[in-house]
């Protein structure tokens, strides 16, 4: 295996756990490909599905009820985006949920939402519905995101955290994969409903695989449970391994509290004094700075303003523009059919991803949030002048460099910043900032994207294309941004720079 400790049973705890980020990439992406099916704007999207429509003597219905939901634009861009707010609230709640009950618990939850979200989706015929499903299914992926990456750090051997917790990542991007080649096939009649539906099953194969799953032996500690802890580590580690050694520090004295608080959103807003940096309690326990705390604390401010900023750059340079709705923006007007293109930009997407993943230990934080930025800002330009001009080939390609120039930074780095800006006191409190943050920037993206798209488009005429002169202008002014908010920024353990 990779490393000490690394087991077939971790293998398989990983993949099941796994299951929960990769829905988050699945839903997110899953309206790309059908929506001009779905909003009956098109009966396909492709030469495939119609010829899979053919064979199998699929026919569509004259009054499309059945078929599809009649909305404009904005009523599509709510659809979209209300899957954002309801992951704003899973984001919020899972972390003190899956402190106070368990991760496992928190994971079945989100199975049974998932399960749920799915089912409405698929079954909808009115916007409501619709926007109903996505927002339960929204609630799993933003309680996912958290949930999953906390576990895996939790049951992973402690030198391959790294390692492993970029599979969370992958699992996102490999989501995003299925859902638009599902949409390739499936975006005809009424068999977009099956795509949507298919989340079901994959969320009840989750719901099935968590009966095999131990509760984090880190939770279990914290919670005056060592010898539950240190057995089920040692199945986890197996039974050569020194299992013993990693849990050293679990003892009804000391249960592990520290691990049990660094969760990804351990808030204590509550409090109105902001403690020193490492101030500890009378108990000897770290005390952790709240949401609000982090704020108020000069020391760790310009952390959350820095970090914030990253996280609206993440979105606002256009990443979810291509995600979400590739499919019905680049309709016409590239040589092969969008929706095959989305394949492939999906396929590029998990690629870069799983080959850039060592290039910010190697070259830093910094340099990579460049690179992606200056890359996806000229990919942006690219792809607006090739659109304006009707230069498909460009338009094709310029479309994969975009979302390649993301895994290059802007994807992964944002979300590693936190544990290396803050001391453990502020790490849970600054977390929240950082997943609230990109919630709300990916709210902003799929909610008016296709609103101001469309406006340019009827203001200025031509092929279209316009909103992304709007992507690389952002992408100059995130440049100066990060490059001004580094300089003041100080790593813990980490190359920044």
């Known amino acids: 295996m990779a490393g000490q400790g690394v087991t077939p049973y971790l293998i398989i705890l990983i993949a099941i756990s796994t299951l929960g980020s990769l829905q988050f990439g699945f839903h997110l992406a899953e309206l790309n490909a059908p929506q001009d099916v779905i909003t009956c704007h098109r009966k396909s999207v492709s030469t495939v599905a119609r010829l899979a429509r053919f064979l199998t003597s699929v026919h569509d219905t004259h009054d499309g009820v059945d078929d599809c939901i009649p909305m404009d634009e904005a009523a599509f861009a709510t659809v979209s985006s209300i899957f954002t707010v309801g992951g704003l609230i899973g984001a919020l709640a899972a972390g003190p949920f899956s402190s106070r009950r368990g991760r496992l618990l928190a994971m079945r939850v989100t199975a049974l939402l998932f399960i749920a979200g799915s089912t409405i989706e698929s079954v909808a015929h009115s916007v409501f519905i619709m926007a109903l499903g996505r927002f339960l299914s929204g609630i799993g992926a933003g309680a996912a995101t958290v949930i999953v990456p906390l576990y895996i750090s939790e049951v992973c051997p402690p030198d391959q955290r790294g390692f492993f917790g970029f599979m969370t990542q992958i ?39 968590l009966l095999i799953v131990p509760e984090s032996p880190a939770w279990l500690a914290a919670h005056d449970n060592v010898a539950a802890a240190n057995k089920t580590l040692q199945r986890i580690r197996g039974h050569a391994a020194a299992a013993s050694e990693e ?30 940096p490492n101030a500890t309690s009378a108990k000897n326990e770290p005390v952790h700075l709240g949401f609000l705390q982090v704020v108020r604390d000069p020391n760790t401010r310009p952390v959350i303003i820095a970090l914030v900023g990253i996280m609206f750059v993440q979105q606002l340079c256009g990443i979810n523009s291509v995600v979400m709705y590739s499919v019905s923006l680049l309709a016409d007007l590239l040589p092969i059919s969008s929706a095959l293109l989305s394949i492939l930009v999906s396929l590029v997407n998990l690629i870069t991803t799983v080959a850039c993943s060592p290039l910010p230990d190697r070259l830093g934080r910094k340099a990579c949030l460049l ?44 979300f590693i910043l936190a544990s290396e800006l803050v001391g453990q006191e502020a790490v849970g409190a600054t977390q929240s900032w950082c997943l609230g943050a990109n919630y709300v920037a990916t709210f902003l993206v799929a909610q008016f994207f296709p609103i101001v798209n469309k406006a340019l488009n009827s203001w200025l005429g031509g092929h279209g294309g316009w909103v ?17 908010s580094f300089r003041s920024l100080r790593f813990h353990g980490a190359t920044g720079n």
């Open 371 to 414: 690179m992606s930025i200056v890359g996806q800002g000229s990919s942006a330009l690219v792809l607006a002048l090739s659109i304006v001009f009707g230069f498909k080939v460009v338009s094709a390609f310029a479309v994969l460099f975009f979302v390649a120039f993301f895994a290059v930074g802007l994807g992964p780095v944002p």
């Open 171 to 209: 699992s996102i991007n490999v989501g995003i994969l299925i859902t638009q080649t599902l949409g390739f096939f499936l975006s005809y009649g009424s068999a977009w409903r099956w795509n949507l539906g298919i989340g079901a099953f994959i969320a009840a194969a989750q719901a099935l695989g």
């Open 247 to 276: 849990g050293q520090g679990w003892s009804p004295d000391t249960p592990g509290a520290a691990e049990e608080e660094r969760g990804l959103l351990a808030q204590d807003a509550d409090a109105d004094d902001v403690p020193p």
């Open 468 to 484: 992304y002169f709007i992507f690389a202008g952002i992408a100059a002014l995130s440049f100066v941004f990060v490059t001004w």
